[in-house]
């Protein structure tokens, strides 16, 4: 048996292979160009769905695929017309339409109903400007889906979200898992023009698109991409993470009940179902992990290996202090209009320092992060990494040694995919549970300890980078 693991980002999308023994056989990738500027952060589902198409016949070369699960990035979505055109560009989660509109929500109310905080990102707010700025293309749309269900919809016509990425819209009912009227009638959003929620590892049919020769492959909903991630590194249990570097740096632990506290929810911790019911997952994130270090390495060192930039990074903390909120800041600030700062160059500042204090200052605004997480109860001792990021063993070192935890480097090309492949399986009849799978495909590469002599050097520059935003914030 064949299983695909189809991971769609804001980047590119790859589909991973598997067979029902969770041996890797092969991945395929296909990139795509995002609009990044100061008036739109968009990202084109044309394109999307052209790359998906291609990474399938790919896949399909190489050996008759049984079933495809598929996961994505959360919050943004596609509008369709009545015949299924595509009407405008998707808005990234970093796009700041939609931020005036959260203030129609009260946030208690919000919190309540969806285990987050009312924000500008979802996908709810920015369906809001929409419908009030471009009023002829929402009068057009007949359906509105996120990345996850459209790319379902366009294969099997079937129109389903799991629930972890409905969550992402801040309009689902955490507890009830379905839609929420309240919310929807909020917003003056028609709420029949979206998915229908279901369980992750759900069966949305075969496939049915034009040019592709995979009748009879089964799709199957995947999950949230950091869910994804959770599922293929197989974390299950409390006071374990996974510490998710792609474009966003994402640490994600288990949850045995929907956390109380409401200051978590104001600092911006969102809470989604986890595949096994009863259990949840909280996301900590910063809008730029994996993506400062390509912004960097893409401005000022191309010609540059990473291996070469890892192997002259040095040994020890640089003294720079980044805050690497270029897209903005997330958790625990949920600040849009922040900006990232460095603080500490000297003309006897290199490539190599720089390079290694964008890793640090990522680094430490997740312990940042983790410490808050801590206050409300949520307790990290162990980290799994998964993403871009988890394949620099000195980025793993470096945050060994500021987090001072266990960092576990898993022998699996994309964590993400391979939760899907797991989900995929599960579905037909490949794996009997989530443990069996787990068993089969999640595979330790290599553990890095923290040094306690480096923690002790990073933690007196960590304790200067708590300060740094507010030091920074009101000069911009």
Excluded at 182 to 199: N, T, Y
Excluded at 354 to 378: C, F, H, R, S
Excluded at 394 to 407: C, F
Aim: aromatic residues 10%.
């Amino acid at each position: 048996m064949l299983l695909g693991g189809l991971d769609i980002g804001t980047t590119g999308c790859k589909l991973s292979l598997y067979d029902e023994w969770g041996e890797f056989k092969q991945n395929s990738y296909r990139e795509y160009v995002s609009n990044r500027s100061d008036d739109a952060q968009e990202i084109d589902a044309e394109a999307v769905w052209t790359a998906v198409q291609e990474v399938i016949r790919e896949g399909a070369a190489y050996g008759r695929i049984d079933a495809i699960g598929v996961t994505s990035f959360g919050e943004s979505f596609v509008l369709l017309d009545a015949d299924d055109n595509v009407l405008l560009p998707s808005m990234l989660y970093t796009d700041k339409r939609g931020n005036e509109e959260c203030a129609r929500f009260d946030a208690a109310e919000v919190e309540a109903i969806t285990g987050a905080k009312p924000h500008g990102m979802y996908s709810l707010p920015k369906l809001m400007w929409v419908k009030e700025h471009l009023p002829d293309i929402y009068t057009k749309t007949k359906r509105i889906l996120l990345f996850e269900d459209f790319v379902i919809y366009k294969l099997t016509k079937n129109a389903q979200i799991d629930y972890s990425l409905a969550c992402r819209t801040m309009g689902l009912d955490l507890k009830g898992k379905c839609w929420s009227r309240r919310l929807f009638d909020i917003a003056g959003i028609d709420m029949e023009k979206m998915s229908k929620p279901v369980p992750s590892g759900t069966v949305a049919g075969t496939i049915c698109a034009e040019g592709l020769a995979c009748e009879e492959t089964v799709v199957v909903n995947g999950c949230h991409d950091q869910l994804a991630a959770l599922l293929g590194a197989g974390v299950s249990d409390t006071c374990t993470a996974v510490d998710g570097t792609g474009t966003v740096e994402c640490v994600t632990p288990v949850l045995e009940e929907i956390p109380t506290d409401r200051e978590l929810y104001a600092k911006g911790y969102t809470v989604v179902p986890h595949y096994l019911e009863g259990k949840y997952v909280c996301y900590a994130f910063s809008f730029t992990g994996g993506a400062a270090l390509k912004w960097y390495k893409d401005t000022f060192a191309p010609e540059v290996s990473y291996a070469e930039l890892d192997a002259k990074a040095g040994g020890g903390p640089t003294g720079i202090l980044i805050l690497p909120h270029f897209a903005g800041a997330a958790t625990p600030y949920m600040d849009e209009n922040s900006e990232a700062a460095i603080i500490g160059l000297t003309l006897a500042t290199s490539k190599y320092d720089l390079y290694k204090a964008v890793m640090e200052g990522v680094t430490y605004e997740m312990l940042l992060n983790i410490e808050e997480l801590e206050k409300g109860g949520i307790r990290i001792e162990k980290l799994y990494a998964t993403g871009g990021g988890a394949k620099s063993r000195a980025w793993l070192q470096l945050k060994a040694d500021i987090l001072n935890r266990e960092i576990v480097a898993l022998d699996a090309p994309e964590a993400g995919a391979a939760g899907t492949v797991m989900l995929a399986g599960i579905a037909m009849g490949a794996f009997a549970d989530l443990t069996e799978a787990r068993t089969r495909m999640v595979k330790v590469k290599e553990s890095y300890l923290p040094d306690p002599a480096r923690h002790a050097a990073y933690r007196e520059h960590y304790e200067r980078y708590c300060g740094v935003y507010n030091a920074v914030r009101p000069l911009l």
